[in-house]
């Protein structure tokens, strides 16, 4: 668990990030640290999207599979990386 | 073809010799030549055209000896029979006809040459196909003389009236159809029905949805648990790397692309000009000559077409014994295509010192004169001589009284009387120094309301003196057609100097009669008196309810306006018809003679006594030392104003009352004037008292002029306009005291906004506004401080003399008793210590 704390801390300590959300198999949040209601919509939202990004990858190429899907919006940036069925959520602000 | 000199000797067609320039045809026998490539085969000069000498029908072929090698080759052969005749036989030329004394004959019948027009008119006549049949009746003779009587009877009604020959089939002659060609089409079997849930138990259910959360302790197992453990450990890696990505650099940013805001990539002719350049500078002797421009505006349509209104340089007005000098005052029209020359005069009743083409129809121009008079101008008669001053202006002007046709050639350059001019009572008392439509968007009542304005164009005019009144006028008829005293005066002062040409009645309903709506006063914030203003603004107002009506209205106010609707026919409409408008901003800025700014609404309200009196304005500050000369809205951003005077000028931003958010710092020569670039929100120009411009751009340096053009002109510059042409020509037009026009073209550089110059001008602006508020917080708070202190050390004053008087007696008192322990102690040490009790008393 202390490992998951420090890779967390580490994470948002990073310059500009504004939040980061860890999400389980089921889209549920586990550990966030935006508030309740953000972290849930984001999570519901980014884990259909996820699926959908990474089924497409795989239909292309098998072999190939997701590693980082990067949302580039007008106010800043959220990436999303799904690994073994939990998923990293990590909003970023792009220094301009 | 080449012929070789041994073929040549053959055929005996030598060159300049057998065959020479004058006889250069020779005839050669097929057969010889034929003899000829048999024997020499390949070498033979004949055997490219071998075939075709084969195919040649007639016995000799033409050689033909190209002296001018026309063909490229020394000689050519001819290869039909027909080219052949026609060279040798060239058709003989036409021997021109002797023009004698023809007599002209009659033309004889010749033979009618039949061109197949007979058969259509043979097809077309009617012809007998046989003998006409006739019958010869005759009756006994007993009966003659007796009338006849003649029927009609039909062929059936007799059996054997006719002989009928019936149709039958003949089965020789059947025919079995073998193929038939049918067509089916696939018809979707359509079948509508309807079903209808009849809602038997009426039931309210309702369905609401949260998601789901993990419980505490859900969450701590997840977190324990292996599988996260690896996810932990492989993702950051690749997350830190992209987040380091987005801090090193964005990916969207072209820079490339960013950095070609210098130089246009098509233009790399090297002379890119940083400065203004001149285009045409405008004088003219005749009208031009002692006299100061006083203002100029750019025709709103026409190209090239500027306006300028001439006063006179002196500044007291002559009594009427020099009146063989006053010249009468103009306004003249200048073209680019003409510069010497003015295009078109208005004649003033004054000098104008202010005038403006109204927005909606560029014909109708209005102008304030020295006396303080409103003046209207038509021009629609002469619009086309101005737009057709591409060319030489040959066109006979409208209105010459003189009809010498010798004169066309001396362009004689129209001048339009003007159309109304208002009653001399209810005008301004002194001149008018500024007049300013209307927009088209909406209009005012009598009471200063604004409403909306349902033909969409211009039709009030707002002017302002130094008599410390702003007036509004209407150029429309009003409702109530009084017949005013100023009738009589019609007959008085005709200017006898220009003849009288046709006036356009378009204002004759105005004309000596037109009062203003209202007037709106300034009077002075804390003291009595008012204000005399020079120069006003107020915020332009772009229509936004135009949504909201349905599109019937749309429509016909779309038609409406392209018809520029006659002003004469116009006629002011009751104040209850129409909708007022909430949204429009009815507070204007005005510069005052004293140099201050003032801010005040232009609605009048009722005071206690029931009549309507204008407020107070809202503030009013003075920042410039000497005369206002220009108040302008920034044409990028709706509530940035700059304002000249003196010998400095000022940025304001509307709503902050409490001062300017830039001040410039003082400069040497008093400013004269002061306009915003068009195209770029950050630049603006300023004309200065020795002739010189200063382009200033806020986003460059701040305390000085980016670019100083020193000495356009020797005198003190009196106006500056921009205007945009064309999209690649901005022009600045220059006016002075020496009454000359200068056109500048403002470079590139100068006119192409930088990136998000927009963003970065309101930034800027934003920044001043929070320093300044800032700035008045600090003075406050220095203020306050400042009372403080005084207050603390009035206070200490007085206390201070008693305090010390009572302080040095308790030191005093103090220093004796310690000295006394300390002789008592030292005694005692030495055993002289007496019982001094009675020393004690001082």
Known sequence: MAEVEETLKRIEAHKGVIGTIVVNAEGIPIRTNLDNSTAVQYAGLLRHLTMLARSTVRDIDPQNDLIVLRIRTKKYEIMVTPENGFLLIVIQNPCE | MVLTSVTQKLFGCCADEDVTGESPYKLLKKDDIIQDIKTRAAVSDFSPVKQIVLDYPEEEILLVYDRDFTYDQCFYLVLTPEAKDRILNPPKPETPGVLENEVIKTPEPKEWISLGSELEIDEESVKETREKLWYKFSRVRRKFGVPACFSDRNTADAKDGYLECASY????????????DCGTQAVPRLQSSSAQTQWKFQRNIFTQYKPRELSE??????????????FCNSVPHRVLQALQQEEIMNVFFDDLKALGTGAEAGDWSGKV???????????????????????ISWHPTIYGVIAVALIEKKEERFSESTASEVRPSLIVFYSFSDPSNPQLLLECPDDIFAFEFCPSDPNIIVGGCMNGQVVLWDISAHVTHLQGTQSSGKKASVNTDTFDLDDNKENKTPVVRYCAVSALESSHKARITDVQWLPP??????TGLPVENKHNISVQVVTCSPDCAIMFWDVRMPKLLSQSVSDKKQNVDQKTQMSS?????????????WKPLFRVSLPRISTSGEYAPLKFNFEPYTCSSNKDRDTEEADENDDSSKIIPDYSQLRVPSAKTLTALEDVNTKLYFGTEDGEIGYTDWKLGKDDSGRLHSAKPLSCIGIHHWLVNTVQRSPFLKDIILTTGGWNFAIWKEGIMDGPIILSPSSEQVCTVGCWSLSRPAVFFIGKDDGSIEVWNLLEKTSEPAQVHAHITNAKITSITPWIAAPKQHFLAVTDELGMVRVFEIPKTLYIPSRSEGLSVKKYFELEEERLKDYLKKEELWAKEKKETEELKKKMEPDKPVKSLKENDDVNMKEHSDYLTLEESILK??????????????
């Not at chain 2, 020789?172 to 193929?179: A, E, L, T």
């Not at chain 2, 350049?277 to 002797?285: E, K, S």
């Not at chain 2, 040409?501 to 009669?513: A, G, I, N």
């Not at chain 2, 030495?830 to 004690?840: E, N, R, S, V």
Request: hydrophobic share 30%; proline share 1%.
């Open chain 2, 501 to 513: 040409y046709s006036v356009p009645d378009t204002f004759k309903h105005l004309d000596r009669t």
């Open chain 2, 829 to 842: 040490g030495m055993g002289l210590w007496t019982a001094t009790a009675d020393t004690q008393d001082t």
């Open chain 2, 217 to 230: 302790e859900e969450a701590e197992n997840i977190l324990q648990a292996d599988s996260l453990r690896n």
């Open chain 2, 273 to 295: 000009s940083e400065g203004l350049m001149l285009y045409q500078a405008f004088t003219d002797q005749k009208y031009a000559k002692d006299k100061k421009i006083s203002s």
């Open chain 2, 169 to 180: 089939q003949d089965s020789r002659f059947s025919i079995k159809q073998m193929q038939r």
């Open chain 2, 441 to 446: 968007t909406f209009e005012v009542t009598r």
